[in-house]
C-alpha cells in the first residue's frame, strides 16, 4: 500500500503489489 498526501491533509491511496 502506498499513501501520498497533497496540501491540506488530502490523501492519495494506491493498492498494488
Not at 500500500?1 to 503489489?17: C, H, I, K, S
Request: aromatic share 18%; hydrophobic share 30%.
Amino acid at each position: 500500500q502506498y499513501e501520498a498526501y497533497f496540501g491540506q491533509g488530502t490523501r492519495l491511496t494506491v493498492l498494488g503489489e
